[in-house]
């Protein structure tokens, strides 16, 4: 199989599998004991929380080890709500549901969500940001990357709106970790939040960036693992496994970055030139470099996909009992149903290789060429 769909999730990196692989066995303490199994489970645990730090430009005492991105997300919205008792939430339209729903479950506990409208490229204008602000605004909370698309969202200015009114800034940024550089303090976040299995890391781990200082209500209560933060016995092969994968992304950025987006422009161009009338969706350069989001004209991406199954990548509809749901965040850009309905993404990651992308794109044109046929 041609796999093209690292947005979804990715391979465990040998390199990850090899640190992981001791905590599974014979190290298997409780970091939490003071005699020499747990002293060495404690000390893994530091070493992997400093390497997130490091990735992340914080230091190690900010980060909180999750069980991934939605636990993460929950663990700001619901704590910063619970902190403050009442007051408003600002987000955007096309935000992955693991901020969405939380904002649902919060608006029908009183909270005011107020859901910002995007442009035609998904981006939202900090200026949308400026007209919500209000003196009740606890939390502006806004993705770094969207997962479908890849674009890219103008945090610094975002961020600086927050600072400017005093307002905490969260951002999801469980897709653009581990593939573009990000520093919390470039970026102006008080919150971020990381998914392991979207940069090479297993599922089921993740990590919450919490400037210090910043006030909420742990999500879990418990024992006083992570600083009191996030109760519960870590989880420490993983953590090691998050550790080691943020020592890979940073050893192996800036530079993959032009590497991943040469392999993703490839496949464009590829398909552009055999397609007329290819659509992208999403925008031309402020986007994920490994993202490529494009409606095929007057077809569904369902059937075009279907007909090539040694490929691996993920709809911009899905089929419910015989009828096509349009994406959310393809709706919200304004995208029309019959265009989305034919949209594909394509997401290129670390061990993709210009033949995979080249012979992709040959499986795609011949299924586009039958299809038309038809």
């Known amino acids: 199989m041609i796999y093209l769909d690292y947005n979804a999730t990715t391979p465990v990196a040998p390199e990850v599998f090899r640190a992981l692989r001791p905590y599974l066995e014979a190290e298997f303490g409780n970091p939490s004991c003071d005699y020499a199994l747990g002293l060495k489970a404690r000390d893994a645990v530091s070493r992997a929380r400093e390497e997130v730090a490091?990735?992340?430009?914080?230091?190690?005492?900010?980060?909180?080890?999750?069980?991934?991105?939605?636990?993460?997300?929950?663990?700001?919205?619901?704590?910063?709500?619970?902190?403050?008792?009442?007051?408003?939430?600002?987000?955007?339209?096309?935000?992955?549901?693991?901020v969405l729903a939380p904002c649902r479950y919060l608006q029908?506990?009183?909270f005011q969500i107020t859901i910002l409208p995007v442009d035609?490229?998904?981006?939202?204008?900090?200026?949308?940001?400026?007209?919500?602000?209000t003196s009740d605004t606890i939390l502006i909370s806004v993705m770094h990357a969207n997962n479908e698309t890849?674009?890219?969202q103008p945090l610094?200015?975002?961020?600086?709106?927050?600072?400017?009114?005093?307002?905490?800034?969260?951002?999801?940024?469980?897709q653009s970790v581990g593939k573009l550089p990000v520093n919390v303090d470039e970026l102006q976040v008080d919150f971020l939040t990381v998914a392991g299995h979207k940069f090479y890391a297993p599922k089921g781990v993740g990590a919450l960036y919490m400037r210090t200082g910043s006030?909420?209500?742990?999500?879990?209560?418990?024992?006083?693992?992570?600083?009191?933060?996030?109760?519960?016995?870590?989880?420490?092969?993983?953590?090691?496994?998050?550790?080691?994968?943020?020592?890979?992304?940073?050893?192996?950025?800036?530079?993959?970055?032009?590497h991943l987006q040469s392999l993703r422009d490839r496949l464009h161009n590829l398909l552009r030139a055999g397609v007329p009338g290819l659509i992208l969706n999403g925008p031309e350069v402020e986007r994920l470099p490994t993202t490529l989001n494009v409606s095929f004209p007057g077809l569904s991406g369902g059937e075009l996909m279907a007909g090539v199954p040694?490929?691996?990548?993920?709809?911009?509809?899905?089929?419910?009992?015989?009828?096509?749901a349009i994406s959310p965040v393809l709706a919200a850009m304004g995208v029309p149903a019959a265009v989305a309905r034919g949209a594909v993404r394509f997401s290129i990651g670390y061990p993709t290789t210009l033949a995979e992308v080249e012979e992709a794109a040959r499986l795609l044109l011949q299924r586009v060429r039958v299809l038309r046929r038809d």
Do not use: W
Request: proline letters at 4%; a negative charge; aromatic letters at 2%.
């Open 54 to 98: 490091a990735l992340l430009g914080c230091d190690a005492g900010d980060i909180v080890f999750t069980s991934g991105a939605t636990e993460a997300n929950n663990t700001v919205l619901k704590g910063l709500a619970a902190h403050h008792g009442r007051g408003q939430i600002i987000t955007a339209v096309t935000e992955h549901p693991a």
């Open 108 to 110: 029908s506990q009183g």
């Open 120 to 133: 035609g490229t998904g981006r939202l204008d900090p200026d949308e940001v400026r007209r919500a602000l």
């Open 150 to 152: 890849g674009t890219l």
């Open 156 to 174: 610094r200015e975002i961020g600086a709106l927050a600072r400017e009114a005093g307002v905490p800034f969260h951002t999801d940024a469980a």
């Open 215 to 258: 006030n909420l209500v742990p999500l879990l209560h418990g024992a006083s693992q992570e600083g009191g933060r996030r109760a519960g016995t870590e989880n420490v092969p993983y953590m090691v496994a998050l550790g080691a994968a943020c020592r890979l992304a940073r050893q192996r950025l800036p530079g993959v970055t032009a």
């Open 310 to 324: 040694d490929l691996a990548a993920s709809l911009g509809s899905a089929c419910h009992a015989g009828q096509e």
